[in-house]
């Protein structure tokens, strides 16, 4: 597997704080490429001699903004197993449901487009629903808990030009930890 040529954008470009807009189908190959080369960075990055090889941080999501197109689409390379990888491409994701219960990356959630260490705790729902649409424009539901509920939860506030070093309470990094449960 080669690594794709991806410009992965800096936290300090304007347009990761912009909303990013519905995608209309058929998707064209260009953003098919675009998914694809997606999955492939992130399968990458997730191994330990290719990360090492190329000089990556490891990454699970990504969404088309991080990549300067303000299209509603993002790409998570859920590792399930070891060595066994699950693709999901959202496009045009909305919440249906959420849990009550709210849970938090106890090492602190990371991104691409972050590059430096963040003190603090990023409240998520421990589970999700999301309503979205494959690559050939069928509606489909999906649900996801623990990790994977994260990552989605992270990827859809990119599509809405939120980066989760804005939801860390700067005064109080740590605000409300005893209200939710560590993963």
Known sequence: MRLPKLEILDEKNNILHKKSEEVTFPLSDETKKKIQDMQ??????QDEKLCDKYN???GMG????QTGELKRIFVIVHEEEE???????????????????????????GCLSVNREVEGI???HARITL???DL?????????????????QHELDHLN?????DKIDPKDPYKNKDKMREI
Do not use: C, W
């Open 62 to 65: 990504l969404a088309f903004v």
């Open 83 to 109: 060595n066994k990888f699950k693709n999901y491409v959202l496009i045009n994701p909305q919440i249906k449901s959420v849990s009550e219960e709210m849970i938090y990356v106890s090492e602190g959630e």
């Open 122 to 124: 990023v409240p998520r």
């Open 56 to 58: 990556l941080r490891a």
């Open 161 to 165: 030009g939120i980066l989760f070093v």
């Open 136 to 152: 050939e424009g069928n509606k489909k539901t999906i649900r996801a808990r623990e990790e994977l509920a994260v990552a989605f």
């Open 40 to 45: 492939d960075y992130l399968r990458i990055s």
């Open 131 to 133: 309503e979205t649409y």
